[in-house]
C-alpha cells in the first residue's frame, strides 16, 4: 500500500493506483471529461491536471501513478490555473448552441464551464466546422462539431464492445472521430456510446429532439429482455416514456445496457398496442368490457374443463413474464384440474424435468465471471444471446481467462478464444462428450460409461486440458443448448465434465424470469410445452408470447391452436395472425405498466414497479388472472398487490431465492447415433426478433441484426446443392416452406443451413433444429 496525501486527506492506496483512484477514495472531486473508470487511460482532455508536490508543472490525475509519500493539490492557484486554460481552450470552437443540443441539462462540459471556464471567449475567429456522418439508425452524430475528442466512444467499441467502429482520423486541428471507409455502428452495445460522450457529439437518434432532460421523471426498473436482469432508468413525460438508460449495478450489468434494452421502448408507444378486451362473435371481433370478456373466458374454460376434462385446457407463458404471473396463472390452471402449464416454449427436449435436484442457475454471482481461471460455453449465439455476459467473458479473456466455445456456427463473438469448435446441431453432444473423455485421459481416470467410442480429437483436448488448470472453471449452457432436441444428454455431460474437472456447471439462461418460472412453480405436472401441441388440447391460453415466432416448432403450435374450441390471447399488443386463431384478446400491461418480479439467472430477485399509467383498458396480467381467478369461484385469489403474491411464492425481503441446483439425478448418459443423412436447420434467435416489444421498435427494425433471413451455407454446401450465393431457393420443413436468398457463410458447418426463427419470412416452417430441404427456386 502506498500512502498519499490530496488537498491535506491522507489515505492509502494499492500499489498501481492513480492520483484519480485516490482522490475518489478520499472523496475529492477532480473535473475530467476522457477518464473513465471502465476505460483504459487515454489523458488526452487535460482537464484533470492537478499541482504535485516538487513537481515543475501540473500533471494529469488520471495518468499520474502514485509514489509513497506524494502530496497533491487539486484546487491550488497552480492547479485551477491549468485547469481553466484547458477549458478555454475546449471551447474554443464548441459551438453555442447548447439551446438546441439534446445533451441540454446533463451535459459535463456544460456543467463544468461554470465552474472553470471564461466568463468571455478571446476567440474570435471561425469556429471549426466538421461534417456529421450516418453511422446508423441509433446513434446521431449530426453535431460533430461539439466533439472535444476525449475518445471515450473508441475505446468503448475497442476495450468494451471488442470492435472498433469509430475511430480518430487525421490530426491536429483536422481530428474527427469517424467511422471506417462509411460503415454503420453495428455493435450490440452500441447505444452506450452516447451515454458515455460527456458533450452533445452523440446523442440518441429515436430521442432526438422529443424532449428536454428536465421535463423527464426518472424511475428505475428492469429489464424484461435477457437473463442477466439489467438496471435501467426509465424516462417518462406525460405517461410517455420516453427514453431508458443503463442504472449502474456492478454487481448485475456494470453500467451497459444492450442496444435491444435501450430502443424497445418505442414499441410501447406504438400503434399496435391492444388496449380494449376483444371478443370473436360469429367470426367478427368486437371490444368488449373486461366483465363481459372474463366472463367469457372463464365460462369457456369451465364448460372445456366440465366436459372433457381438466387435461383439456393447457397455459403457455413467455420466460419476460413476472414471478406473479406464472404463479397466479398456475393456481388457475390447477383450480380448472389442469397440470398443462409450461414457461419454456423455443424448448423441444423435457427429458429433465422430475429428475432436476433444483431450480437451474448460473451456478455463480455474474460479478463472479471476471475472476474465472477457465470457461467453457456450449451452445449460444453468445454475443447477441447474452450481450452484457459475452462483456464480462470478453473482458475476462483480456487478462488470464480461457474461454472456449463449443457451438453450431463458429461467429464472431468478439473475445480472444482459447478454442473454438463448430458442429452441426446432431453433433454438439458428441462434441461435448468428446471433451468429457479427453478430461478423463488428462486426468488418469476412467472414461464415463458410455463414451468409450467417442473419438476426442486435438480441440476436445484443448478444451479439457484448460478445464483442469487453475482455481476457479465454469462450463456455461447456452440457449442453444437447451434448445436443442438432445438438451438432457448435453445437461448431463457438463455435469459429469464439471465432476471430472471440478468445474461449476450452470445456465445462461433464455428468459428475464427462466429461474423464477422454476421457483414459481410454473412448471408442468401434466403436459410440457411440446406435447400439449402435439397432443392438441380444447383450450388454451397464451399470455405474453407469439407463437409464431417464440415457439420452437411453430408449425405444430398453430397447427393444434386452429383446431382448438377456445384460445385466449393476453398480450401487450395486437398480433395479426392471432386475430386468426385466437377467440379473445385481453390486452395486458408491459413491464413499464405493471408491478412484478424478475429473477435473473445468478438467482437475484429485483421487483419492480409500473413507471407510466396502463395504456387504454390495458391491465397488469397478475390483476387480471386474480380477478379470472375470482370469477371462477376459485379459493386463494384474494391479493391486493403484486408484493402480496411475491411473499407467498418467495418470502419477504428475499435477495437471492433457494432451491437453485443443477444436479440431475437418474439421468444416464446415452449418446444418440452421429446423423448421416439430410439437411440440419440451424436457427438462431436474432437479437432484435427476440420478444415481441424488439420487434415493434422502429429503429431497432433499421439495424443491420434485423436484416430479413437468408439460407445461409458453407461453400462445400452450396457447391454439393449447386447453388451459387445470391440465388433464390426454397427451403421446406413438413407443411412449410419459404423462399430465401441463400447466402455464402463459411461460419455454417457442413451439410447445415442457417435459416432465422421469430421472423415472419420464416414463421411457416418446423422445428427450430431439425431436418430440413433446400432446393433452388
Not at 492557484?77 to 478555454?88: I, R, S, Y
Not at 371481433?285 to 393447457?314: I, M, Q, S, T
Not at 475472476?371 to 479473456?397: E, M, T, Y
Request: charged content about 20%; proline content about 5%.
Amino acid at each position: 500500500m502506498l500512502e498519499i496525501e490530496i488537498d491535506g486527506k491522507k489515505a492509502q492506496v494499492p500499489d498501481g493506483s492513480t492520483v484519480m483512484d485516490a482522490a475518489q477514495q478520499v472523496g475529492v472531486y477532480i473535473p475530467h471529461f476522457c477518464y473513465h473508470k471502465k476505460l483504459s487511460i487515454a489523458a488526452n482532455c487535460r482537464m484533470c491536471l492537478v499541482q504535485v508536490e516538487k513537481a515543475p508543472k501540473p500533471l494529469p490525475a488520471c495518468a499520474t501513478p502514485v509514489t509513497n509519500g506524494m502530496k497533491v493539490f487539486t484546487h491550488s492557484d497552480l492547479a485551477v490555473k491549468a485547469q481553466k486554460g484547458v477549458m478555454e481552450f475546449l471551447l474554443i470552437n464548441h459551438p453555442l448552441d447548447c439551446p438546441i443540443c439534446d445533451q441540454g441539462g446533463e451535459c459535463q462540459l456544460q456543467d463544468m464551464s461554470v465552474g472553470y471556464g471564461p466568463m468571455k471567449s478571446r476567440y474570435t475567429e471561425e469556429k471549426h466546422v466538421v461534417f456529421h456522418k450516418n453511422v446508423g439508425p441509433l446513434i446521431s452524430m449530426e453535431e460533430m462539431s461539439r466533439c472535444i475528442h476525449c475518445t471515450r466512444c473508441v475505446r468503448f467499441g475497442q476495450e468494451i464492445a471488442g470492435i472498433m467502429e469509430l475511430g480518430m482520423a487525421n490530426r491536429n486541428m483536422h481530428s474527427e472521430i469517424t467511422t471506417f471507409l462509411g460503415r454503420t455502428v453495428d455493435s450490440e452495445l452500441s447505444g452506450n456510446m452516447i451515454d458515455l460522450c460527456p458533450v452533445g457529439a452523440l446523442t440518441s437518434k429515436p430521442f432526438r429532439y422529443t424532449a428536454r432532460s428536465w421535463e423527464l421523471q426518472r424511475r428505475r426498473s428492469v429489464s424484461p429482455h435477457d437473463s442477466v436482469g439489467a438496471n435501467f432508468v426509465v424516462q417518462v413525460k406525460h405517461d410517455n416514456v420516453m427514453r431508458v438508460l443503463p442504472r449502474e449495478n456492478e454487481a448485475v450489468n456494470e453500467c451497459w445496457i444492450s442496444d435491444k434494452e435501450r430502443f424497445s421502448y418505442q414499441a410501447l408507444n406504438s400503434d399496435q398496442r391492444l388496449v380494449k378486451p376483444m371478443v370473436k362473435q360469429g367470426g367478427e371481433w368486437r371490444e368488449v368490457d373486461w366483465n363481459v370478456a372474463l366472463d367469457y373466458v372463464a365460462h369457456g374454460l369451465k364448460d372445456v374443463a366440465r366436459e372433457f376434462g381438466g387435461d383439456a385446457v393447457a397455459a403457455l407463458a413467455a420466460q419476460s413474464s413476472t414471478l406473479e404471473e406464472l404463479h397466479l396463472l398456475s393456481k388457475v390452471m390447477k383450480g380448472l384440474g389442469s397440470g398443462n402449464i409450461d414457461f419454456r416454449p423455443r424448448q423441444s427436449d423435457f427429458g429433465t424435468d422430475f429428475k432436476r435436484t433444483g431450480a437451474p442457475w448460473l451456478g455463480m454471482r455474474l460479478a463472479d465471471i471476471k475472476d474465472l481461471d477457465a470457461a467453457l460455453v456450449v451452445g449460444s449465439f453468445l454475443r447477441k444471446d447474452h450481450p452484457l455476459i459475452a462483456q464480462r467473458l470478453r473482458q475476462a479473456a483480456k487478462k488470464y481467462t480461457k474461454v472456449s466455445l463449443i457451438s453450431v456456427t463458429a461467429d464472431d463473438q468478439l473475445i480472444d478464444l482459447h478454442a473454438n469448435l463448430s458442429v452441426a446441431p446432431s453433433n454438439l453432444a458428441h462434441s461435448l462428450a468428446a471433451v468429457v473423455k479427453a478430461a478423463a485421459e488428462i486426468k488418469g481416470v476412467a472414461v464415463p460409461a458410455g463414451l468409450e467410442n467417442v473419438a476426442s480429437g486435438e480441440v476436445a483436448k484443448k478444451i479439457a486440458q484448460s478445464l483442469l488448470e487453475g482455481e476457479k472453471r465454469a462450463i456455461f449452457l447456452g440457449n442453444v443448448a437447451t434448445q436443442a432436441v438432445d438438451a438432457t444428454q448435453l445437461h448431463a455431460l457438463a455435469l459429469e465434465l464439471g465432476k471430472l474437472t471440478d468445474a461449476v456447471v450452470g445456465f445462461l439462461g433464455e428468459g428475464a424470469n427462466t429461474v423464477g418460472g422454476h421457483v414459481g412453480w410454473a412448471l408442468p405436472a401434466g403436459a410440457n410445452a411440446r406435447q400439449m401441441f402435439e397432443q392438441p388440447r380444447k383450450a388454451y391460453v397464451l399470455m405474453g408470447l407469439e407463437p409464431e415466432f417464440d415457439c420452437a416448432d411453430p408449425q405444430m403450435v398453430v397447427g393444434a391452436l386452429k383446431q382448438a374450441s377456445l384460445v385466449v390471447y393476453m398480450s401487450a399488443f395486437k398480433h395479426a395472425p392471432a386475430l386468426e386463431y385466437a377467440d379473445v384478446m385481453l390486452p395486458i400491461a408491459p413491464y413499464t405498466e405493471t408491478a412484478g418480479t424478475f429473477v435473473n439467472t445468478e438467482g437475484r430477485v429485483q421487483s419492480f414497479n409500473g413507471v407510466v399509467k396502463a395504456r387504454g383498458d390495458s391491465r397488469p396480467a397478475w390483476k387480471v388472472l386474480r380477478v379470472l381467478g375470482n370469477v371462477l369461484n376459485f379459493d386463494g385469489f384474494a391479493y391486493e398487490t403484486s408484493e402480496a403474491v411475491r411473499d407467498e411464492i418467495i418470502g419477504k425481503g428475499t435477495e437471492f431465492v433457494s432451491g437453485l441446483d443443477n444436479g440431475l439425478s437418474g439421468v444416464a448418459i446415452k449418446l444418440q447415433p452421429l446423423s448421416t443423412s439430410g439437411m440440419e436447420r440451424i436457427a438462431e434467435v436474432p437479437i432484435n426478433f427476440a420478444d415481441p416489444m424488439a420487434r415493434r421498435a422502429p429503429a431497432l427494425q433499421q439495424t443491420a441484426d434485423s436484416i430479413a433471413p437468408a439460407a445461409r451455407m458453407n461453400e462445400t454446401t452450396l457447391a454439393k446443392l449447386g447453388i451459387a450465393g445470391g440465388q433464390p431457393v426454397r427451403v421446406r420443413q413438413g407443411a412449410g416452406e419459404a423462399i430465401l436468398n441463400a447466402q455464402l457463410d463459411n461460419t455454417v458447418p457442413d451439410e447445415c443451413v442457417r435459416v432465422a426463427a421469430a421472423h415472419q419470412s420464416t414463421a411457416g416452417l418446423g422445428a427450430m433444429f431439425g431436418l430440413i430441404s433446400v432446393e433452388r427456386a
